[in-house]
Structure formats: C-alpha cells, structure tokens
C-alpha cells in the first residue's frame, strides 16, 4: 500500500473523503505500485473480473426471459434464443462466457503455479482463489442444469449422486438436494436460484481476493520480494491498465470467435433434446473444463474412493502452499521444477483428453497413471524437490535481472554472497 | 478474581448460550427440511402397471417416483443362466430367487447404483444391462458383475394385484 497520506484536491472532495474515504481507495486503486516486469500472464487478473461482469449482466437478462419450470424451461430457452431481441447473442455470450471464465481462469491457476505466486506471503490470496474455482465449477453446474436438455438432467443426476457414496447419510443428502426421489422441478427451482446466488459469493470473495494482493502487492516473473514504491515498480494507472486493456481486446477477439462463429462447439448436442427421464445419452461427458476431474473419478473403480479421489485433486491445491518447500518462487530459477511443471500440465491436458473418451480399455490405463501422476506430483515430488533442487542464483532486484549485473559495488558484493551460499 | 470460579455470571453465560443454540437450530431446521421432498411428491409414491402385453424375452419401461422402472418378462434360458451364476462371482452376492419372487418376472430400478444413470437392455458382457455413463456391465437378474457401481441395481416393493398387474410402491 502507498505510504503517503492522500488528500482530495477539491473542497467537497475533502468533505466526502473525510466521511467516506472512497477518493483514498481509488487514489490507492490508481498509484498501486506494480513490478514493472509483469508479463502478459499477469493481464488475466483483469480479464477475470471482466468475465464476472459479463456473466452477471448476461444472466440477469436471461433471468428475465428464463423460466424455471420442468416443463417450461427447455420451451423458454427456445423462446430466448428465437423470439426474444438479441436472446439468441445474449444466451450464446453467457453459454460461451462460462467456457471462457474457465479457460482464462487455468491460465491464471498455471501462471500463479509457474511463477509460485501461492507462496509465502501470499497463501490467503492463493486459498481465496481455490475458492472461487470451487464456486465458478459450482456455478457452471448449477447453469448447465437449467437449460432442461438431456445433458443437463443426466448431469444434474450423475453430479447429485456423486453425495450418495458417504456412508449413511448418503442417499437422505439426495433425496434433499433432489425435494424428490429423481432430479425434478423442485430440483430446477432450486438450482435456479442458487445459480444466481454463487456470482454474487464469487464478487465478494473477489474484492477479498484483491485486498489480500494489495497486501503484500504482486508477485512477478523474478519472484522476488520488491521495495514498494521504488524504481522496480510502476503505478497500476495508465501503465497495468494500458496493458490489461489491450491483452483484454485480445481475450475478447477469441470470446468474440466462438459467441459469432461457433457457438456450439464446447456444448453437446444431445442437449437440445428435452431432459427424458428414461433414456440416458450414450454417452454422458461434462463440459470440456470439468474433464480433467472427470477422469479422475472415473479411473478408481470404487464409488466412494472415486469421489473421494476427484474431490481430492482440486482441494491438494489449497495445500500447495505448504506442499511445495522450495523458498525459491519462480520456475525461472528452479531448473528441475520448471520441467516438472510442464510434465504436471501435460498430465492435466492427458487427463481432460480420455476424460472425454469411453472410459475403458487403454483410455482406462492412461487415466488411471495420469491419475497417479497428478498426486504424485503434489504428494511427491513437490516437498522432496524443494530439498533436493539446485537452484539458480536469483537477481537482488528486478532492474539486475533486466540490465544485468549491478553498477554498485555493495550490492554486487552481496549477491557474490548470495550465490556461494 | 484471580480463583477460577463458577459463579452467577458464568452460569448465566452458559444458560445464555444453549437457549440461543436452541433457538438457533429450531430456526434454522425448518430452512433446511423444506428441500426435502413435498407433500404432493410423496404423494406420487405408488404406480400399478398392466403387464399382460408383455412377451417373454421382453423389457418394458414405467416411470415410478420419476424413475424408470424396468419388468422384463425372462426366458426359460435366462432364468436358468439367472439361477445357475455361483455367489462366490458376485460383488454383491444375491441369490436370483431373493430378486425375482416369481421368475418370471424381473421387477427393478433402472438405475445404476453408481450415479444414477439409466443402463441399457441387453447390452454388456453379462447378457443383462450396460450403464453407457461409467461402463457398469449388469446380469439377467440385475446384479453387479464388472465396473464401478457398488451395489446390484434395486428391487422395488411391488406386488400382484392380480394375474396381469402389478403395484410398485
């Protein structure tokens, strides 16, 4: 946070600022001093907040058409998407708008991974984070439902079912979370509203989220800590925005690709046929963000065990912070790290892959090593690299990384220091 | 008090508490049991089905609390496969008598006890059901024979009213 007091320029400013300090805030907001070494993988932050924005203006216009009926919802999609003025670009932006929060959001959950940015001090930002990947998976579920197609009614099902494997109380759980004994109407009601609950959750747990950044400020490429301000940072304003705006047209022209020129391609087929409780699809796959998890349900040939696995592989992540024992937080200098990195995403890209496919024969064996790899990795290799890794020395500061070696004698002295260390 | 004491205050804490936990979960029980199921879906709990249209060889669909129920009318030869299987094959070891009261006639959800999908006739390695979702294979009597499902698939409460009905529920 900037040191200097801030004091409002105009006279009213200064008696609004004194009852409310809003005009501080958006001083802090603007002078923020950011590592003038971000690169553009820093710029998703702000097209995250963007995709938020778009899915609650979108929907709450849907949510005007929209009805939550079983037996008026699927006709009522119809209706926005025919009849209703720009329904049609509205319900593809908010259809597609979920696919591109999500592929925006494991761009960032990679990026803070590369650059270790989950690590001391920055945990509660990294926690707060997983989070609100649990709710955005939530939400997508939850919205996926409501259109009533065969995909969301088999989905709803398969998902609800997955509480019936804890012991006991399972089957009690859901049968409340159905208000039946087979996903229904109360069922679609109360998905409905709970839909619109959870983005309102995320924006709150969203502003938490920044305010713990603003705390110990930006991690950066170099992963070192900075003095703030000082010549290794620039303001937030016009610098980050300037550039945050641009990677953000850039984002928007792909947003603008599938909504205009495919805009089925991430969803299913078989869920623009009304929900039909007696037939299953042949084939039953959640969409293409959800498959990594899928398949790690599916490769444990036990039901509670496989819930239990799936469940596991997101909640290890808010465990990385201490999972993860190397001090040092940049894969840039942690050689063997950064492959291990690599291998992790080609694990994850492996598991989404043959969780789309039939889960048999040599799809099967893939998902299950996958599987075993994906904890291993975190389990494993992380808490055993951090002691075994021979680590490359890290710059004193973010303008020797960029200039290379250091004018003053005192502090090359202290990195000769540092790197016999 | 520098003795740790019990003493009118600390009682009255205590009693302050409970009541308040009280109050706070007889507030709180009715926010969660209205998602339980209703009066008028509990009401839907029982279907008769007339089953004299089917052939033997034959599966037909009902939909019972909003979920298929399957009434295969079986073979002889599938009967025979049904009685013939060793308990010690089963994952979920259950005679074929214990299943179908009368032979004849299969009675059973048609849900896969895995997550809830609803499987195919005559599909799988076992000449029974296949469940597409998680690939579950079934045999004639509906038991768990290969996959991930933990349990055989469910025999409703169902009786016969008379020669061609039958009463699930």
């Not at chain 1, 805030?25 to 778009?54: Q, S």
């Amino acid at each position: 946070m900037s040191e200097h007091e801030y004091t409002p320029k105009s006279k009213f400013g200064k008696w609004f600022n004194d009852r409310l300090p809003l005009l501080t805030l958006a001083n802090h907001l603007t002078d923020y001093p950011t590592p003038k070494n971000l690169n553009y993988w820093w710029t998703f932050g702000g097209i995250l907040t963007f995709c938020l924005i778009t899915q609650i203006v979108t929907g709450l216009v849907l949510a005007m058409h929209y009805i939550a009926h079983a037996d008026m919802a699927f006709a009522s999609v119809e209706h926005i998407m025919r009849d209703v003025n720009y329904g049609w670009l509205i319900r593809y932006i908010h259809a597609n708008g979920a696919s591109m929060f999500f592929l925006a959001v494991y761009i960032h959950i990679f990026r803070s991974l590369f650059y270790g940015s989950y690590k001391s001090p920055r945990e509660i930002i990294w926690i707060i984070g997983i989070i609100i990947y649990l709710l955005m998976m939530a939400a997508a579920f939850l919205g996926y439902v409501l259109p009533w197609g065969q995909m969301s009614f088999w989905g709803a099902t398969v998902i609800t079912n997955l509480f019936s494997a804890i012991p006991l109380v399972g089957e009690g759980i859901v049968t409340w979370l159905w208000g039946g004994y087979s996903v229904d109407n109360p069922t679609l009601t109360r998905f409905f509203t709970l839909h619109y609950l959870i983005p309102f959750l995320i924006l709150g747990l969203v502003v938490l989220h920044i305010w713990a950044l603003h705390v110990p400020g930006n991690n950066n490429p170099v992963g070192i800590d900075i003095k703030k301000p000082s010549k290794d940072t620039v303001p937030f304003h016009p610098y980050i925005v300037i550039k945050d705006g641009f990677a953000l047209l850039m984002f928007m022209i792909v947003f603008a690709f599938f909504v205009f020129y495919t805009p089925n391609i991430l969803g299913h087929a078989d869920n623009y046929i009304e929900a039909n409780p007696l037939v299953t699809p042949a084939h039953i796959v959640p969409e293409w963000y959800l498959l990594p998890f899928y398949a790690i349900l599916r490769s444990v040939p036990d039901k509670l065990l496989g819930v239990i696995a799936m469940l596991s592989a997101i909640l290890i992540l808010a465990a990385l912070p201490w999972l993860d024992t190397s001090k040092i937080r940049s894969a840039v200098f942690r050689p063997m790290y950064k492959q291990f990195y690599w291998i992790l995403v080609a694990d994850v890209l492996i598991l989404g892959y043959v969780g789309a496919m039939p889960a048999e024969g040599l799809y099967l064996l893939i998902a299950r090593i996958a599987t075993a790899y994906y904890f291993i990795h975190f389990l494993v290799i992380l808490p055993i690299l951090g002691f075994r890794e021979r680590t490359i020395p890290v710059p004193l500061s973010i303008t020797e990384s960029v200039l290379g070696g250091s004018p003053n004698l005192a502090v090359a002295k202290k990195k000769d220091n540092f790197q016999s260390q | 008090m520098s003795e740790k004491k019990t003493n009118r205050r600390d009682f009255l804490f205590t009693a302050t508490y409970a009541v308040g936990a009280v109050g706070v979960g007889a507030t709180v029980w009715p926010m969660i049991d209205q998602m339980n199921p209703d009066a008028s879906v509990k009401a839907l709990a029982s279907t008769e089905v007339d089953v004299s249209s089917v052939i033997p060889g034959n599966t037909i669909t009902v939909l019972w609390r909003g979920k298929p129920v399957f009434i295969r009318r079986r073979t002889e030869d599938e009967i025979a496969e049904a009685k013939s299987v060793s308990l010690k094959d089963l994952k979920h070891p259950e005679k074929d008598e214990d299943r179908a009261k009368n032979p004849e006639w299969l009675v059973m959800l048609g849900v896969c006890t895995h997550l809830g999908c609803v499987p195919l006739d005559q599909k799988g390695d076992y000449n029974g059901w296949f469940c597409p979702c998680h690939g579950s294979h079934y045999d004639i009597s509906g038991r768990i024979r290969k996959g991930p499902a933990p349990t055989n698939m469910e025999i409703p409460e169902y009786k016969f009213v008379d020669a061609n009905t039958i009463k699930i529920g």
